[in-house]
Structures are given as C-alpha cells and as structure tokens.
Nanobody, 125 residues
C-alpha cells in the first residue's frame, strides 16, 4: 500500500487549505485512514481519522469544529478540509493507514503500517 499526500502550503491566519491522501489500494490492513501532524518541538500528534467501511470519524479536540475529514471511495482518496487555520496548526502533516479497530487507539502512531510523505502546512500570523 502506498500513500500519496498533497495540498499543503502557506496560508494566512484564518484561512483554509485542503489536504488529500490517495492510497494505491484499500485492504483490511489499511482500513483506517488518519492524519497526523508534527513539529520539531512536539511528538507526532493525531489530527483526524476515518474508516473506509463504516465511515467512523474522529477528531482531536484541537481541530474539532474547524477540520473536516472525508473520503472518496471511488478514488481511494481521503481529504482533510482545514478551516479557520491558526498559526499553531503549522506542522508537517502525514497521512497514514492501518487496521485500527479500537477507536481509542486511533491516536497511537504505532498502530499504523503505512505512511505517506509529509506535506508542510504553514499558517502565518
């Protein structure tokens, strides 16, 4: 399974960006798609998750109400619409996939077998 992420860039405070992650194929081992983000000062942080088979969705508290994760089954693509962006959202965003069943485990990066290259999101103040 290969993941291709795109859509990062530079945006002003309060602006919007849309990230996309396309998977080469969907399997049980990649049934949960997740976005993480990381800065040099912090550990990798869970952002949002979605499952291919039942549309279960989870967000971190820091992005709830501002970010929307969605999927396009026909294109094997997951999107992350990021609205009302803040400077603290600045990070490298990573798309990942794994067979995570327990929703309480969504935020553990060790649960994911597949990772895309990160895409930089920079929010200027």
């Amino acid at each position: 399974v290969q993941l291709q992420a795109s859509g990062g860039g530079l945006v002003q405070n309060g602006g919007s960006l849309r990230l996309s992650c396309t998977t080469s194929r969907r399997t049980f081992s990649s049934s949960t798609m997740v976005w993480f983000r990381q800065t040099p000062e912090k550990e990798r942080e869970f952002v949002a998750a979605i499952r291919w088979n039942d549309d279960d969705i989870r967000y971190s508290d820091s992005v709830k109400g501002r970010f929307i994760i969605s999927k396009d089954n026909a294109k094997n693509t997951v999107h992350l619409q990021m609205n009302s962006l803040k400077p603290e959202d600045t990070a490298v965003y990573y798309c990942s996939a794994g067979s995570v069943v327990a929703t309480t485990s969504y935020g553990d990066p060790r649960k994911y077998s597949y990772w895309g290259r990160g895409t930089q999101v920079t929010v200027s103040s």
